[in-house]
């Protein structure tokens, strides 16, 4: 278990929705990171977070948005979702945004989204 | 940017050793992760390696940097079906502390 909690595990909707994912880091970490698993495209990183502000920006498509809020969990919004956004859906987490060894993030264990 | 490359299966036999290969482009790189993933669950950090270094061992598990040929490489001694998963190679590079990952490596172990 690596600390890092997700919410919900499992996700299934309809194309056009939205949908909000819920991550809290491990105790003590100040930085949370997203992450999109495909098949087609692997582990993707979309968006980073440092103590409530945005930290770093990867492929992350327009109709995709998170935040931090104070008490350091996250959420990733997904709207007029599209088959193609079907994925696992990863969470990570680390103590500051330095990065290396042993200040490596922690994963948490998805929340996979389906969407018909 | 970074490109990490892994070869998508590798299947051995229980007991003997398991070798992950993953190649990257990025000379700057500064430091290079393993990863497991379990069927179902998330990545789980197995070890890490600085570039400095040419070697790392843990236990069962040994890293090997090649800087020169840009290769890194998992030995795992010993192999047990509870190492079948899927492994990830992920490199951080000067500049930027998000780790570019691999597409992973599934590692079957048979009996």
């Known amino acids: 278990d690596s600390g890092v909690t997700q919410t919900p595990k499992h996700l299934i909707t309809a194309t056009g929705q939205r949908v909000t994912l819920r991550c809290s880091p491990r105790?003590?970490?100040?930085?949370v990171y997203w992450y999109q698993q495909s098949l087609d495209q692997g582990l993707q990183f979309l968006i980073q977070y440092y103590n409530g502000e945005e930290r770093a920006k990867g492929n992350i498509l327009e109709r995709f948005s998170a935040q931090q809020f104070p008490d350091l969990h996250s959420e990733l919004n997904l709207s007029s979702l599209e088959l193609g956004d079907s994925a696992l859906y990863f969470c990570a987490s680390s103590v500051t945004a330095a990065g290396g060894g042993q200040e490596t993030q922690y994963f948490g264990p998805g929340t996979r989204l389906l969407v018909l | 940017g970074e490109d990490v490359e892994q070869s998508l299966f590798l299947s051995v036999r229980e007991g003997d050793s398991s070798v992950i290969n993953c190649t990257y482009t990025?000379?700057?790189?500064?430091?290079l992760y393993w990863y497991k993933q379990e069927p179902g669950a998330g990545l789980q950090l197995l070890t890490y390696?600085?570039?400095?270094?040419d070697m790392k061992q843990d236990q069962r598990l040994t890293v090997l940097l090649n800087k020169k040929d840009k290769h890194l490489s998992l030995r795992i001694a010993d192999t047990q079906t509870g190492d079948s998963a899927i492994y990830f190679c992920?490199?951080?590079?000067?500049?930027?502390?998000?780790?570019?990952f691999g597409r992973g490596t599934s590692l079957i172990v048979h009996p």
């Open positions: 105790s003590g970490d100040l930085s």
């Open positions: 992920a490199v951080e590079s000067g500049g930027s502390y998000i780790p570019t």
């Open positions: 990025d000379s700057s790189s500064t430091y």
């Open positions: 390696i600085f570039s400095n270094m």
